[in-house]
């Protein structure tokens, strides 16, 4: 007799566009059923149409924005009732947390217009922003996984990935009290990165951040993103069963960097995807650069 495959479904936040849209494309294309997700209910179902029209039709949409609690929570209700579990959670939602003047765009355009590195100097980053981006992207993630870790638990091969960036590694944080205790797996906690999250901001606000060991550019950004990947190391400890790792997809050309990327949507949702379909028993807690695993230091 021949076996089937259980039909696997997923969700995969902020993915109207970018990597998260040719996420969804790739894992349409291995046969799972996607929810695509978005804060902006007009471009999310623009969005399902343009997958489609393309040929798939395993793909539905829901509106979802992760700075707010209720949104995720009214998505986990919709995918309990409408499937009974959920297979497979890509966090890709997230910002920049910094705005950055027209005319630096302008210059980074001309030829030998300077690179990524070059613009992050001429970025604005006010409180404000940097609070945004904490809740996006990393508090927005945190929201996601405990409002679907029950229904993940009740699927046979449950996978969360975290996408981080190049800045999620511990090397991007300058301090080494902080570094070292960001890279203490065995004592550091949920509520002890909470705290180290929250007194960056208090430092941001009240301009110590620099003295204090945080970075000092794009710094909520690269704060968001360590401890993203610090927590899926927490996730992974606390639910073994859930296999959950983070994935830097490169430099890709996107919005969050401002179109400055040297990689193709294609290739950065290359290790997302390939993280999502692992088999059963695969190492958990990891944190890979693009198909690769890599070192968090």
């Not at 039909?7 to 046969?31: F, M, P, W, Y």
């Not at 983070?246 to 050309?253: A, E, H, I, L, R």
């Amino acid at each position: 007799m021949e076996s089937t495959i259980p039909e696997r479904i997923a969700v995969v936040t902020g993915s109207n566009k970018g990597i998260g849209l040719e996420i969804c494309r790739q894992l349409l294309s291995k046969g799972v059923k996607v929810v695509l997700t978005a804060r902006d209910e007009e471009r999310g179902i623009a969005a399902v149409k343009k997958l489609q029209e393309s040929g798939a039709s395993d793909v539905v949409f829901h509106q979802l924005d992760v700075a707010d609690v209720s949104s995720a929570e009214a998505l986990g209700k919709f995918i309990q009732t409408q499937f009974g579990k959920l297979d497979i959670l890509v966090n890709n939602a997230a910002v920049s947390g910094a705005e950055i003047e027209p005319q630096a765009l302008t210059l980074s355009n001309q030829p030998g217009g300077g690179a990524f590195s070059s613009l992050l100097d001429m970025t604005l980053e006010t409180h404000e922003k940097a609070e945004e981006c904490i809740n996006i992207n990393y508090y927005g993630t945190k929201r996601m996984c405990k409002v679907f870790i029950s229904l993940l638990q009740l699927s046979q091969a449950p996978k969360i990935i975290n996408l981080s960036s190049g800045y999620g590694r511990l090397k991007c944080i300058p301090g080494e009290a902080i570094r070292k205790k960001i890279a203490n797996i065995n004592d550091l906690t949920e509520e002890r990165l909470d705290a180290l999250v929250e007194s960056f901001l208090n430092d941001f606000k009240e301009e110590k951040h620099k003295e204090n060991g945080w970075p000092s550019r794009t710094s909520a950004y690269k704060v968001s993103k360590v401890a993203l990947s610090a927590y899926t190391r927490i996730l992974a400890k606390e639910h073994p069963m859930i296999c959950t790792n983070c994935v830097d997809p490169g430099f890709v050309k996107t919005d969050i960097n401002w179109n400055t990327g040297t990689r193709t949507v294609e290739e950065g949702a290359k290790g997302p995807v390939m993280l999502a379909l692992l088999p059963n028993d695969s190492p958990s807690g990891l944190f890979y650069c693009q198909t690769e695993v890599s070192s968090f230091e």
